[in-house]
């Protein structure tokens, strides 16, 4: 991995090695975040054993194109009990705690403090979004959060309480992109049997940024 300086700018990301591995180092600062997002980087490390970033960005890219989400017979069942409801930015440091708690023994977890407050600060700047699913009592059942940036969602963590919250979470997600961004795509980071299942597929780096890249309508979720 190359090393990078207080020097607001990274590495040509085809300099990644086969594991994705570009960079470590620099900070999480808005400015560097929003820079690494639109080259298709992203920080990812277990926070319990580095003490810096590190910085991922693979040639080959797990996606979903939000008109090509796959909505199961049993999650369209779900949909039309309506017995859950659905919200943007109303919890967003609610949804990025509760990834964190989920996940804080798995190996790997890189949802620490750090991590933590610099997608805060995403969000108070109108960079990160959260999508939250709340049961008939008002309980946040589960939800997910990312980075919004050129009309695509750069999805970080979701978490579910109760069955398939964070299903519906993503579902809505898609069909509002499908409709106000059709073309542009959600970054699953990595492939999950789950997400593969809701219709994720791969595609390379190069068209991952043709994508990210092409014309923008209406860059934010409301």
């Excluded at 190069?206 to 934010?220: F, G, K, R, V």
């Amino acid at each position: 991995m190359i090393p990078l300086s207080e020097e607001l700018v990274f590495p040509d990301p085809h300099l990644a090695n086969e594991e994705g591995w570009l960079a470590y180092g620099g900070d999480l600062s808005p400015e560097r975040l929003v820079l690494a997002y639109s080259q298709g980087i992203f920080p990812w490390f277990d926070f319990r054993y580095y003490s810096e970033p590190q910085w991922f960005c693979p040639m080959d890219r797990f996606v979903i194109f939000p008109d090509e989400i796959h909505i199961s017979h049993s999650m369209r069942t779900l949909i039309n009990k309506s017995i859950y409801y659905i919200t943007v930015n109303q919890a967003f440091d609610n949804v990025i705690e509760s990834c964190a708690a989920l996940r804080i023994h798995e190996w790997g977890a890189w949802l620490g403090p750090q991590m933590i407050q610099a997608y805060k600060q995403m969000h108070r700047l109108g960079h990160a979004t959260s999508v939250e699913v709340w049961n008939s009592k008002d309980q946040l059942a589960g939800g997910l959060y990312g980075i919004t940036l050129k009309g695509c969602f750069f999805g970080e963590s979701m978490f579910s309480l109760e069955p398939s919250a964070s299903k519906l979470a993503l579902i809505w997600l898609a069909q509002h992109m499908s409709k106000h961004n059709p073309g542009k795509l959600i970054d699953c980071q990595f492939e999950t049997p789950h997400l593969r299942s809701m219709g994720g597929h791969h595609i390379s780096y190069d068209d991952y940024m043709q994508i990210l890249n092409s014309p923008t309508q209406d860059p934010t979720p409301q």
